[in-house]
């Protein structure tokens, strides 16, 4: 027996039922801990970017991950040593697609979407 509820049983709960589905929280996984994806994410050195990588590989504003609907992008912000997505370097200043368990490495720091 199946419980009548606005959920289950109207158009509205349907309709929420639906976005709810189709919601995907993507985050990175850097050194064991999890940033939540937004709409950009800052990764450097700087003490203000939203991802602070110690180490003098990582340029103080080195790349940004910008979300743009629901697909995400990195970009290296022309840092000095580059930026890497699975083992190759990205072009300087260009938008990158990102997909779920891709890797990014800066210096020596590697950061895993998820």
């Known amino acids: 027996m ?15 039922d639906v976005i ?7 985050y990175l996984m850097f050194n064991n801990a999890k940033v939540p994806l937004v709409a950009t994410i800052r990764i450097g050195r700087a003490t ?6 110690e180490g003098m590989l990582a340029s103080r504003n080195h790349a940004i991950i910008q979300k743009i609907k629901d697909e995400y992008f990195l970009k290296d912000m022309n840092s ?10 990205i072009p300087a200043d260009k938008y990158v697609k990102l997909a ?3 890797t990014i490495t800066i210096g020596k720091t590697h950061l895993v979407l998820h």
Not at 20 to 26: A, F, G, L, R, Y
Not at 80 to 89: A, C, K
């Open 100 to 102: 779920p368990g891709d």
């Open 20 to 26: 709810v589905k189709q919601e995907n929280v993507s």
């Open 48 to 53: 203000d970017s939203n991802v602070v990588i």
């Open 80 to 89: 000095t040593n580059g930026t890497f997505l699975n083992g190759e370097r």
């Open 2 to 16: 199946q419980d009548k509820t606005i959920v289950n049983n109207s158009k509205i709960g349907q309709r929420l």
